[in-house]
């Protein structure tokens, strides 16, 4: 039987990030609780440097996302109790690490310390709310302490573990009522039915709602209250469309009033969608009236192509098929640039801060150096230099020879961002072109009753042909 709690830690008053990180690992780690770090384990880490390595993994995070938040999370506890005497201390540190990596997924890295000096055998268990990729933080959900306690639950079942068992509650009946509409809406409402009357002037109007049982308040915002209420509502608080001048500009007929226009948005031209296999359905135990309306939806989903390939001045098969290559290709390409340019600009955003911290801490290091990398000094500057050599670590995984100037790389990253966003406006229209063609050409060989895998399979292998041909000529 095991019990579980998850516990945020922040940083204490007074203290840095690698204090509060140093003190709670080395409470876990304590020798006289773990039998001389005999019961501690650990993923994705050393339990000696564990704290210097989740400070290193924020420090990235960092410099990869630019994000730092105020109260923030810098590491997240789990305790894990077990009954006294169900259990030995190697079982018990088991058990903890698998549970962390299940909790986890494998994204964190942690170290798990038993602790012996209690009679009931009791895990500490430590991870980074940093991901190892330095790019998320362990978010923590809503009723993550019942995942927690059910994932170690299964895990004491399946050692052969007792688990504790929940109290169940009657639960109460549930009453479905209808909902009822607020004060605000049934204001929108009476306003749209009023206006649907065509009152000659806001008066008018006036008149027609305090005959449906609201009083009015002229003054610089004009208000209504319904009959047993309260509080009066302003006309501009019912949000766009019933403000005084839109209603004015809705009588005079210059503009509709927002029950149309609602209309006219549900009555728009819906796109393209692809046909229904209804003998499929048919198998999935569908009943005759949704074959007859999955019909009559494919007859205007095949109207519908028609009219698009008319407008486009596409007339047969063939030039619709090398269309939708045509716009499929392009969205490739697009998507591609856009990846590349989304790679450069991290880099760059990486690399730029790199070389401010790298120029920040240079004299930092050397000093350190020529102190003969004393342990007195290092504690003294441990920011710093930590910072210093991911630095140097970034410029060996980036293979920079030659450290670029900051203002090149703020020239860059401006003119790469021009080019992503360029291309983004013209993704985002060739994307919903693409599938509108990808949907008529789909469409329209279900008509002709062609296979378009077997078409794929014979262009292939024509491009396998010229490939050949380009081979054998060289």
């Not at 999370?73 to 894990?80: D, G, H, L, S, W």
């Not at 259990?87 to 012996?116: C, M």
């Not at 009033?257 to 009555?267: I, P």
């Not at 920079?400 to 090149?408: A, D, G, L």
Request: hydrophobic share 30%; aromatic share 8%; proline share 2%.
């Amino acid at each position: 039987m095991a019990v579980t709690r998850l516990i945020p830690l922040h940083i204490n008053k007074g203290k840095t990030i690698a204090q509060c990180l140093t003190d709670r690992l080395e409470y876990g780690k304590n020798g006289r609780k773990t039998e001389d770090g005999k019961y501690i384990s650990s993923y994705a880490c050393d339990p000696r440097t564990a704290d210097e390595e989740f400070l290193l993994a924020k420090r990235q995070y960092l410099h990869i996302t630019g994000r730092k938040q105020e109260k923030d999370v810098i590491a997240y506890q789990i305790r894990q109790s077990f009954k006294p005497g169900e259990i030995s201390p190697e079982k018990a540190n088991e058990i903890g690490y698998e549970l962390a990596k299940r909790f986890t997924k494998g994204r964190h890295a942690f170290i798990v310390a038993t602790h012996t000096d209690r009679a009931h055998i009791h895990n500490h268990i430590y991870f980074n709310s940093t991901s190892l990729d330095c790019k998320r933080k362990f978010r923590d959900f809503r009723f993550s302490w019942k995942a927690l306690s059910r994932i170690s639950d299964r895990i004491c079942l399946e050692h052969g573990l007792s688990i504790v068992e929940p109290k169940r509650r009657k639960a109460k009946k549930k009453i479905d009522r209808p909902k009822c509409p607020s004060q605000r809406n049934r204001l929108r409402m009476a306003i749209d039915a009023a206006l649907e009357k065509k009152p000659k002037d806001f008066d008018e109007l006036i008149k027609l709602l305090e005959a449906d049982g609201y009083e009015f308040k002229n003054g610089k915002h004009p208000a209504f209250r319904e009959s047993g209420k309260k509080n009066f509502l302003r006309l501009r608080s019912l949000g766009e469309g019933y403000g005084e001048e839109e209603l004015l500009a809705v009588i005079s007929g210059k503009s509709e009033s927002r029950r149309k226009e609602k209309k006219t948005q549900r009555q728009t031209k819906p796109g393209l969608d692809l046909l229904i296999d209804i003998q499929e359905k048919l198998s999935q135990r569908k009943g005759a009236g949704y074959e007859r309306w999955a019909k009559v939806f494919n007859l205007k989903q095949m109207a519908q192509v028609m009219c698009f390939l008319q407008e486009n001045g596409l007339t047969s098969y063939d030039e619709l098929s090398k269309k939708t290559d045509e716009m499929t290709a392009r969205f490739n390409q697009l998507s591609e640039m856009i990846k590349i340019s989304e790679k450069r600009l991290t880099e760059i955003a990486v690399l730029r801060t790199h070389i401010i911290n790298y120029s920040k801490t240079r004299n930092v290091y050397v000093a350190y150096r020529k102190a003969g990398y004393s342990r007195k000094f290092y504690e003294a500057h441990r920011e710093e230099i930590t910072l210093h050599k991911a630095a140097k670590e970034a410029f060996n995984q980036l293979n920079v020879k030659k450290i670029p100037r900051v203002k090149e790389l703020n020239m860059e990253y401006a003119e790469v961002m021009k080019q992503k966003k360029a291309a983004y406006a013209e993704y985002r229209s060739v994307r919903k072109e693409m599938q509108d063609y990808v949907i008529a050409r789909k469409t329209a060989a279900a008509i002709l009753e062609i296979d378009l895998e077997a078409e794929a399979r014979k262009s292939q292998e024509q491009e396998k042909e010229k490939d050949t041909k380009r081979d054998t000529g060289r």
